[in-house]
């Protein structure tokens, strides 16, 4: 089996993702843009496992809602209903961040290839144009299909505006050909200096001479809550060390005054009554579960995290899969206002009315 090794290397005192790839002994050595020097001193941090060999891990397995399985009780409280919906949608096409400075609140998502980034940006779109679309490109290999800092506006009525949220979709951590993304590259995203439409590579991290490159960011820049999202699916395959990379991503995002939620995505996976009727979400205790272990994996109380179901094969949307989804947008929206409370300038802070 061949393997694939995950790690930090340090240029300029900065760690950096990498992949390994097999040497000619047969033993995996490490990619990176430094020199034969520097390249000793990586530590690889785990091991993820070949992408061809993807389609052979241990699927997991989950039983119907039944006896131990089903929750008597919702343990979140959802009204599964039009008015719901309708009141939700309300909310997120009204939303304007609290600063003057700002029109748009910008959220990066981050997560390991087949995640569900891409998805859940389409299933947003999906839920205000009423029917499904693939907004963002989805894929469906074991590599990343986002090469680029992808914006997308969130349109909520045809021929209107953009409302005030921005999802801004990157290429995925870890699995396959990951190919230039950096802890470096992505807290330079955070931090506003990455132009839209910038294509990330291992041997071209982002510098003052990239091209685009934003010298001074102002607030408008910058991203302003980060999304984590992990397939539920995957979870139970997922490397340990994978939880390590997330932990300190964590600080240093934390270090830049950004909040941070997360998205379980692919539930109807792991539990087939949730995928014939997402109602039961909350009431199931295998989701229930998978969330402690997304919650251990990320380093967060399972209060920043909500479980999601992206459209897929549908071809229209359910009103419930709506709910959940807008529910999602809601809690991130949350999130990022709370970053305009903390950075806005008090004198160009607007309150809601």
Known sequence: MHLIVFNFSFTFGIPKFGIATPSAEGVPGVVTTVS?????????????????????????????????????????????????????????????????????????????????KSSFISSVHSVFNGRVTNRAMVGSSSTSFTKKLQPFNIHCQKGEGPNGLVLCDIMGLG?????????????????GHVPEGHKFSLDRPVRSETVGYVKRPSLKDKIHCVVFVVNASKMLTYPKGLSTTFQQLREHISDLGVHQVALLTHIDQICPETN???????????????????????????????????????????????VLLLSAVDHILQYADLYFQDHAPQYTKIEHA
């Open 175 to 191: 699995e396959g050909e990951m190919s230039g993304l950096s802890l470096h590259d992505i807290l330079s995203v955070i931090k």
């Open 36 to 116: 034969s020097s520097e390249e000793k001193k990586n530590k690889p941090l785990f091991i993820f496992q070949d992408p061809t060999m993807m389609s052979k891990e241990r699927p997991v397995h989950q039983k119907p809602l039944s006896g131990a399985h089903k929750l008597e009780s919702q343990w979140r409280d959802v009204e599964w209903t039009e008015e719901k919906k309708t009141s939700l949608m309300k909310t997120i096409t009204s939303y304007r961040p609290r600063c003057e400075e700002v029109s748009q609140a910008r959220v990066l998502l981050l997560g390991p290839v087949s995640s569900g």
């Open 276 to 322: 014939k009727d997402v109602t039961h979400v909350y009431k199931s205790r295998s989701i229930q579960d998978m969330m402690g272990k997304a919650g251990a994996l990320l380093g967060m109380s399972t209060s920043y995290i909500v479980p999601v179901k992206n459209y897929s094969s549908e071809l229209d949307p359910d009103v419930n899969t709506d």
